[in-house]
């Protein structure tokens, strides 16, 4: 079965660089979420797509913008990065349309490192 | 302070062993989700948990969670080197909505031994 596509699994930028990370959902799904894992911490909500709006944010700095497109994909995109920003980023997808909580699943991540 | 309280923080069992991983909150959980992951991989989603007093069971995994809905409990019979890896409790602490978003536990880092 289809999963979550996350591209590139590593990326390595330096201070002040900009990234940007992609997501393909698993198909038929309309939502897309955003989470951000630091070492040894637990998964982070940063932000939300549903029907390609933004549906709810959660501790995404400003520096960070996102978006989902007409085919449902969705990219993260980070500026000014700072070494901080080193994490595992997480995109999950659901299908979420006529349903109340539904399951996410999450892609493998992209491992980002800002030297 | 943390809103999802996962014990134990970690767990070394024999093979064949069973255990038991909490998930607590002081609110009411309108979702509860236990995913796995392997250090430094995705997140494999294992179960959801929406009803008080619900359970499910996938292979070896079995999930409840409480009537009022507050704490969740993981068990796993007969724990195989497989079941190595953390486990994370995520719940939607909001209203319940159509959208949402999860709030996870510290997770709890299950290593098996043969």
């Known amino acids: 079965a289809a999963g979550v596509i996350q591209s590139p699994r590593h990326l390595i930028k330096e201070k002040r660089e900009t990234a940007t990370l992609k997501c393909y959902p698993i198909p038929r799904h309309d939502t897309v979420y955003w989470y951000q894992q630091g070492p040894g911490q637990d998964p982070q909500f940063l932000i939300s797509?549903?029907?390609?709006?933004?549906?709810d944010k959660g501790s995404i700095p400003d520096r960070f913008s996102a978006q989902q497109f007409s085919d449902y994909h969705s990219e993260l995109n980070m500026s000014s990065l700072e070494l901080g920003d080193s994490a595992l980023y997480f995109c999950a997808s659901s299908f979420l349309k006529g349903r109340g909580n539904t399951e996410a699943f999450f892609g493998q991540g992209t491992r980002l490192t800002v030297v | 302070s943390q809103e999802l309280e996962q014990s134990p923080q970690s767990l070394i069992v024999q093979e064949g062993k069973n255990l038991t991983i909490n998930c607590t909150s002081s609110?009411?959980?309108?979702?509860l989700y236990w995913y796995k992951q392997k250090y430094g991989e995705g997140l494999i989603f294992l179960m959801m948990l929406q009803k008080g007093g619900e359970e499910k069971s996938h292979e070896k995994i079995t999930a409840k969670l409480d009537e009022k809905k507050q704490q969740s409990s993981l068990h796993i019979t007969a724990s195989q080197p497989s079941h190595a890896g953390i486990y994370l409790c995520g719940a939607d602490m909001g209203s319940g909505g159509s959208n949402y978003k999860l709030t996870f536990g510290k997770g709890t880092l299950l290593t098996v031994n043969p």
């Open positions: 609110k009411t959980l309108y979702g």
């Open positions: 797509f549903y029907e390609k709006m933004q549906s």
